[in-house]
């Protein structure tokens, strides 16, 4: 249930998937994006998007934010830890 609100805030358009302008609106701050306006900065912003959208269609689905949560958690068992802990 938490994985699917997290999802419902970052999906700003509402249509259930988050795209790679919902996922960097929700990793960065505005003045963020105007520090790293630059070439290495999307390359950067784009792999981290798509070691979410697994099937490459595009967008993250809630399935797909599931299962690589669910592979950071076994891989990094202190993310999971830092993650209960801050909500």
Same mark, same amino acid.
């Given at each position: &249930?938490?994985?699917?609100?997290?999802? &419902? %805030?970052? $999906?700003?358009?509402? $249509?259930? /998937?988050?795209?790679?302008?919902?996922?960097?609106?929700?990793?960065?701050?505005?003045? %963020? /994006?105007e520090?790293?306006?630059?070439? !290495?900065?999307?390359? @950067?912003? %784009?792999?981290?998007?798509? !070691?979410? $959208?697994?099937?490459r $269609?595009? #967008?993250?689905? *809630?399935?797909?934010? @599931? &299962?690589?949560?669910? =592979?950071?958690?076994?891989? #990094? *068992?202190? /993310?999971? #830890?830092?993650? =209960? &802990? @801050?909500?």
């Amino acid at each position: &249930m938490e994985l699917f609100i997290c999802l &419902m %805030q970052i $999906d700003s358009n509402t $249509d259930g /998937l988050v795209d790679f302008t919902e996922f960097v609106a929700a990793a960065l701050h505005v003045h %963020q /994006l105007e520090e790293h306006n630059s070439e !290495k900065w999307q390359l @950067r912003s %784009q792999a981290a998007f798509e !070691k979410f $959208d697994i099937d490459r $269609d595009g #967008y993250i689905t *809630p399935e797909e934010l @599931r &299962m690589v949560l669910i =592979f950071l958690c076994i891989e #990094y *068992p202190a /993310l999971l #830890y830092l993650f =209960f &802990m @801050r909500n």
